[in-house]
């Protein structure tokens, strides 16, 4: 029997997952298995999938082509976030109920406040990603837009990206700010902005030392690029520019289609071009539908040393 959106066993799951994300109580097993229960019961699609492997496999991100699953048809979503299709040529999409985009935005939250922002208090938030109003299907710019507004100095923080690409003339004049009122700064961005920003400004011969605490979260990689570099030559870019620590960069992995947010847990290159390992998502693990089954988020933060 399927569940209805407004269920009270629903409002209990949706209380209860946001307490393990906010706080970590809860008794992990016991949430998995209702949210077993659930998608059973409320996604054939999923239900389908389980029965030709097993109950609780991890659901690929090719079930986010096309005819994405989604847990409540009762409750029509509120926001539908898309890829940018730069894997293939068919653009994946994650649609989610009022109480799912509740669940993610306290996911965007706590794992900024552990991972990104520390013990900075209203650092200068820059942010070379596009405001939110002006691409809506991109949860990148959703996200980002809000740790800024939780997080960031609320007269310098930023968004540094309009219709016409990087706006060279309000970056330079918020860091200048920020060296002026001796603020940290944290960039945000996809990676090959920054090669991109760093590329131009290296050209113009333009520098800075920001204030102590400075970092840069980089995010997307170069897939789809005709350039890239390494990661440990995307912070000596950094470094040369900005003055920002290779300690005080870091790299998330994200998925629109699974709304995983993995940062950086250590500073040992291991991919190819030098990547960091990840933070585990402890809540994920046993299922691993690598973060949600659209509709009910299963990610908890993922703590960075600071």
Known sequence: MAFK?????????FQDIGALIADGTGNTAEIHARLEELTCA???QVAAYWQRTRQGFGVPDSAFKGTSPYLFPDQEPVRTFRTSGTTGTERGSAHYTA???VLMDL???ENARRNIVGKLERPVILRFVPQENAAPEMVMAYGMERIARDFGHPQLSACVVGPSGVDFALLEARLNAAIAENLPVVMIGGSFAYVNVCDALEA???RWQLAAGSRAVDAGGFKGRSRAIGVDALRDGL???FGIEPSECINLFGMTELA????DAADVALGPLGERPKGRLGFVEPLRPSG???GVIFATPSPRPM
């Open 99 to 101: 109480r799912g985009l």
């Open 5 to 13: 959106h407004d269920d009270a066993v629903v409002e209990r799951l």
């Open 107 to 109: 996911s965007i939250r």
């Open 239 to 241: 470094k040369r520019v």
């Open 204 to 206: 113009k011969g333009r």
């Open 42 to 44: 409320n996604s054939p």
């Open 260 to 263: 995983s947010q993995l940062y």
């Open 292 to 294: 949600f089954v659209t």
